[in-house]
């Protein structure tokens, strides 16, 4: 933890949504960073409570299923005294038939000021955001685009361990075609100046994925090699039937990450996982469970962080 | 924002170092002594005078004293008015405040909205037992009920000036003045 610089320069904060992370600095993502800093700092007080957000309403809107995520996003608001409603597909509106237009407008009626959205569909929040006029949006996951908030705590947790990120070496492996994560932890890693290598089975990795800056190795041991954190994402086991990988041992005997795999990465290495795991799929126990994974320290981040956005997008005069 | 015109200096660095240590000397007065306080800085300037006060005191009486800082921009009331959000800074106290005599220790008194704040915050760490206020400036203007215990300097000040309390570790030297807000 003595790796976190002492000053981060302030600055205004320009983003009114949390889309993606394209279109930030570095000098941004380090500034949220800092700020969820002082908000881990909350989570540790014996009232876990601030009144930052008091009197702000947040509908956490989830079209897909994602304990973890609204929880974490719910814990956040709760901590920053905000009133806090789920509102979750099954049964809703959507399902008899309204659009997403209307659910923005019926949000805005109900006097929703933020809201947190997760949907299968590319651009579902960019649309909701669109038809706001006042409420803001934050992007918990669409469809395979972009977790910013993931890629956020990532970069938080990385941040506290290794210090400044330039420079660093970031090996993630796994099954990066249908994966946000990757998306959002490539973009958020690449602005902070890392060498990104990606790693997984060939029929897993996009097209023309150097368009993005990073470089692919078939092989992880060599996309592993020096690393200073290893990345695994989670695989999906009914790829399996879409004829991506053979089969699930298979599978792990080449890209899950073992005590073996490890060795080729810097002593010391942060393993990270986005969960939930898949104990001897992507990941062996030993690694799960071994000194150098901080995954459960991830989901910690993730309140964090997720506290730092609603208060720098959500907490002012709108 | 507003540009500000200096008016005139109300403290060079040796008069504001007097007051820090008459500060110093009535905190330990106050409390019968060194037992059982905290001295807490309020962000940002209150933070490194609350540790020169610290310094002194110690120096002075032989003993450690415990010093923390406070941010209090989560508590503030004008949040909904302002358009940009302001810097959270850390908030760390050196052990549990319960049942301690608290210092705080800002470097302007004003409106007095900024000591409610950093009471609301203070209260959510623990329960103090007695807390006290120092200021190095207090300039009038108060908004609510809320008084300086240790006071620097009284300053009658009009609304369209601002006073202030420089530091050497943020602002390069030491010194108090008084502005005047342009016209936009």
């Known amino acids: 933890m003595s790796a976190m610089p002492n000053e981060v320069a302030q600055l205004t904060w320009k983003h009114r949504n949390v889309i993606d992370l394209d279109n930030w600095t570095r000098e941004e993502l380090y500034f949220c960073l800092d700020q969820a800093r002082h908000m881990e700092n909350v989570m540790d007080r014996p009232i876990k409570k601030v009144p930052v957000l008091r009197g702000k309403m947040c509908v956490n809107l989830f079209f897909e299923n994602s304990t973890r995520t609204r929880v974490s996003f719910e814990l956040a608001e709760k901590m920053l005294s905000a009133d806090v409603v789920n509102w979750s597909v099954s049964g809703s509106s959507t399902a008899k038939g309204e659009t997403m237009r209307d659910t923005a407008w019926t949000l805005e009626a109900m006097g929703a000021d933020i809201v947190v959205m997760r949907h299968g569909a590319v651009g579902a929040p960019q649309y909701l955001a669109s038809k706001l006029k006042h409420g803001i949006v934050l992007n918990a996951g669409d469809g395979t685009h972009a977790h910013p908030t993931q890629a956020l705590l990532d970069l938080y947790t990385a941040w506290k361990h290794l210090g400044t990120l330039e420079g660093k070496k970031i090996a993630i492996v796994g099954d990066v075609l249908h994966s946000r994560v990757a998306r959002s932890d490539v973009l958020g890693f690449g602005t902070m100046g890392c060498d990104v290598v990606l790693s997984g089975p060939p029929t897993m990795m996009p097209r023309e994925i150097e368009a993005l800056g990073v470089r692919y190795e078939k092989d992880p041991k060599i996309a592993v090699k020096d690393a200073d954190m290893v990345y695994l994402l989670r695989i999906q086991r009914e790829r399996q039937q879409d004829g991506l990988f053979p089969s699930v041992d298979e599978y792990h005997r080449w890209w899950g990450a073992d005590s073996e795999l490890l060795t080729y990465a810097k002593p010391g290495a942060l393993v990270m996982h986005p969960g939930p795991i898949n104990r001897g799929v992507e990941i062996a126990s030993e690694i799960a469970d071994g000194h150098q994974s901080v995954i459960l320290e991830q989901v910690r981040s993730g309140v964090a962080i997720r506290m730092a956005l609603l208060y720098l997008c959500g907490g002012g005069a709108r | ?184």
């Open chain 2, 1 to 184: 924002m507003a540009q500000l015109t200096e008016k005139a200096r109300l403290m060079d660095s040796q008069d504001l170092n007097r007051v820090i240590r008459r500060i110093a000397s009535e905190i330990v007065e106050h409390n019968k002594g060194t037992d059982n306080m905290i001295l807490v800085g309020i962000h940002r300037r209150g933070v490194y005078l609350a540790r020169r006060i610290q310094k002194m005191i110690e120096d002075d009486e032989h003993v450690k004293v415990p010093c923390g800082e406070l941010d209090i921009t989560l508590y503030r009331d004008d949040l909904t008015t302002l358009f940009e959000q302001p810097m959270v800074h850390s908030t760390r106290m050196p052990e549990d405040i319960s049942g301690k005599a608290i210092f705080l220790v800002d470097d302007v008194i004003y409106t007095g909205r900024t000591v409610r704040a950093a009471l609301e915050a203070l209260v959510d760490l623990g329960r103090p037992s007695i807390v006290q206020l120092a200021v190095i400036i207090d300039r009038g203007h108060r908004e609510l009920p809320i008084h300086a215990d240790i006071c620097g300097k009284n300053v009658p000040t009009k609304k369209s000036e601002v006073i202030e309390v420089r530091v050497e570790e943020l602002d390069g030297k030491d010194e108090v003045v008084i502005c005047e807000r342009d016209a936009e």
